[in-house]
């Protein structure tokens, strides 16, 4: 473990941590839109930007992307460093001017008129997406595409996504809710292109994935078996009750199960 | 070890005051219908309910499978928890529970899942018939 200290209070951080995961850990509230706790951090929103003061020398940085070092002191709410996150928040919300996200933000730091010419985007280009779909999902549908302010994300070409399997991770992790995701009964629509659900085996209703995410999960992990994945969760139930009604009427006995 | 529940399907009689306790305990607006635990009526010739509650299991399906490692054990009451601050809402562990003891909230469209009401389930306590024992 590593003492560092937060805004005069000393917190215990594990060396893996950064900045901000130990500052979150300790209770502390760090703005951040591209960070998940699940990726690694890469610094796109610049927005969790703190006061750093290490080894004499003091310098403003992205909290998600330091990490801890003994005898290390942050702290967050130097004027300083609101001013500097007032002035990512007016650029962000120059980009984006319609994101209810921002706006709140904007309002916790008092920032009232943005002065920077609106614009008409509606992604504030975190990555998130992106690193989801690859990291996480392993489905890699979607690309970084473009540099410096015209970069987009988009599945490559901005084509339909070979790859995508429908899965809404993307449109769900998006801070700004900007990706187009349409969740039906019996079928999912993103990125321009229409899944049909999978359908349960016994009684045919549309179960909650897309057969090509079913496939995915089946490829990336070997518990998932046909017999559960494709059964929908009241015929699981009912199965479940089956087998208990028929443990308790002795016609089946745990050792038939297998367990 | 942890405390486990314990099902016995030929004490229960179907009253559901679990649904409603395990309601009244974890949603808002107390909706039995998002209830974790369901109690099922069998038909004749059995005619009975059978509690079905998450089983937390030791090798477990949704905890394998899911992307961001959202659901761990809770080492305290042994209960597998969702970590809500990294679920991606990809519902993969809904499809993977070989039970279907997970479900989707219709109101936030998140998962849900029994947590053993942080080691003193309470559907336990208001169990009429002792059907459900938590030891």
Known sequence: MVKIKINDKIVQAHKWETVLQAAKRAGFEIPALCYHPSLKADGFCRLCLVEVTKGGKTKIDTACTVPVKEGMEVNLDTPEVVKHRKNILEMLIAQVPDSPVLTELAAKDGLKDVKLAKGEDVCIKCGLCVRICRERIGADALAMQGRGPDVTFTPPFGEAPESCVGCGACAFICPVQCIDYENNFADIKIWGKTFEKAVCSECGMPLEHTSEHIELMKSRHEIIKDEDVLVCEKCSRKNTLETMKNIVDGQLTFKKLGR | ?135
Do not use: W
């Not at chain 2, 009526?41 to 949704?62: H, Y």
């Not at chain 2, 961001?68 to 969702?82: F, K, M, P, W």
């Open chain 2, 1 to 135: 070890m942890s405390k486990t529940f314990i099902i016995n399907p030929e004490k229960c009689t179907g009253c559901r005051t679990c649904e409603l306790t395990c309601a009244y305990t974890h949603t808002v607006n107390n909706q039995p219908g998002i209830s974790r635990i369901r109690a099922f009526n069998t038909k004749p010739p059995m005619e009975r309910g059978v509690p079905i509650v998450c089983l937390q299991c030791d090798s477990a399906a949704c905890v394998e499978v899911c992307p961001v490692g959202a659901l761990q054990r809770n080492q305290e009451t042994g209960a597998i928890d969702v970590d809500y601050e990294r679920c991606i809402n990809c519902h993969a562990c809904y499809s993977a529970c070989p039970f279907g003891n997970i479900l989707i909230e219709p109101v936030n469209n998140r998962i849900a899942k029994c947590d053993k009401c942080g080691g003193d389930p309470q559907c336990v306590k208001f169990c009429p018939t002792n059907a459900l024992e938590y030891k």
